[in-house]
Nanobody
Framework: QVQLVESGGGLVQAGGSLRLSCTASGRTLTNYYMGWFRQAPGKEREFVACISWSGDSTYSTDSVKGRFTISRDNAKNTVYLQMNSLKPEDTAVYYC???????????????WGQGTQVTVSS
């Protein structure tokens, strides 16, 4: 059974930075895309960013381009999300995700983490 465990969330002022980490356990997610979704209060869960197994391909939603960077370390079975220039509208629960297809849509996600809260104060 695969488990995804996130860490790195917290409270930060607008303009600040946070780095989220997500480590998979149970087995190595060879050839899996890994990435991040987020869900703000009263809103649907939305795609943030994902990265291919090789790391050669990354995808992100327009609202975070130029501010968030996704990376992975396959030796550690871990994916990272470096978040810079954070805005209050980035406040949400961030969920780690993994799937064999390009995980831009929730339907393609095979495994979910439990979520980590990110709060950006103005």
């Amino acid at each position: 059974q695969v488990q995804l465990v996130e860490s790195g969330g917290g409270l930060v002022q607008a303009g600040g930075s946070l780095r989220l980490s997500c480590t998979a356990s149970g087995r190595t997610l060879t050839n899996y895309y890994m990435g991040w979704f987020r869900q703000a209060p009263g809103k649907e869960r939305e795609f943030v960013a994902c990265i291919s197994w090789s790391g050669d391909s990354t995808y992100s939603t327009d609202s975070v381009k130029g501010r968030f960077t996704i990376s992975r370390d396959n030796a550690k079975n871990t994916v990272y999300l470096q978040m810079n220039s954070l805005k209050p509208e980035d406040t949400a629960v961030y969920y780690c995700a993994a799937g064999v297809r390009l995980i831009k849509y929730s339907a393609y996600v095979h495994y979910w983490g439990q979520g980590t809260q990110v709060t950006v104060s103005s």
